[in-house]
């Protein structure tokens, strides 16, 4: 955690022309947000079809209220702003919820990467879906 989101880090991300934040208020508070990449800013090489949401995050007094739904269809909003007709994320493969809500939003697992957290070696499974 520290080194993913040290602030030299957040700051060469938030400076990445190819990468797009958008952050998800409540009654003014910051209830989650979006990263997504497009181009050579991926984490992974997808294609030329693809983007990317790297990152969807919901604090937990917020989630189950629509907002994750919400973000989700601003990347794909994104993706078809960019001509992109296919999305992927990883997603890690005990987050069950997370899995849960992204089938059900369309998403289809198409393959598995490993990464480590730490030193711990853990899967992240592939999902993509095709827009309209």
Same mark, same amino acid.
């Given at each position: ?30 209830? %989650?947000?979006?990263?997504? /990449?497009? =181009? $050579?800013?991926?984490?992974? *090489?997808?294609? &030329?079809?693809? @983007? ?15 907002? %994750?739904?919400?973000?989700? /269809?601003? =990347? $794909?909003?994104?993706?078809? *702003?960019?001509? &992109?007709?296919? @999305? ?22 198409? =393959? ?21």
């Amino acid at each position: 955690m520290d080194k993913a989101f040290s602030l030299k880090q957040v700051e060469k991300e938030l400076l990445n022309p190819s990468s797009h934040f958008f952050f998800v208020y409540v009654n003014h508070e910051i209830a %989650g947000y979006l990263k997504v /990449n497009t =181009g $050579e800013a991926q984490s992974e *090489e997808m294609g &030329k079809d693809f @983007i990317e949401i790297e990152r969807i995050y919901i604090i937990r007094n917020y989630q189950k209220q629509g907002l %994750g739904k919400y973000l989700l /269809n601003k =990347g $794909e909003e994104i993706a078809l *702003e960019h001509n &992109k007709r296919k @999305i992927w994320l990883g997603v890690w493969e005990k987050n069950e919820q997370a899995i849960s809500f992204y089938k059900k939003m369309g998403f289809v697992q198409s =393959g598995a990467h490993s990464f480590f957290m730490g030193d711990e070696e853990q899967t992240d499974i592939i999902m993509t879906k095709r827009l309209q």
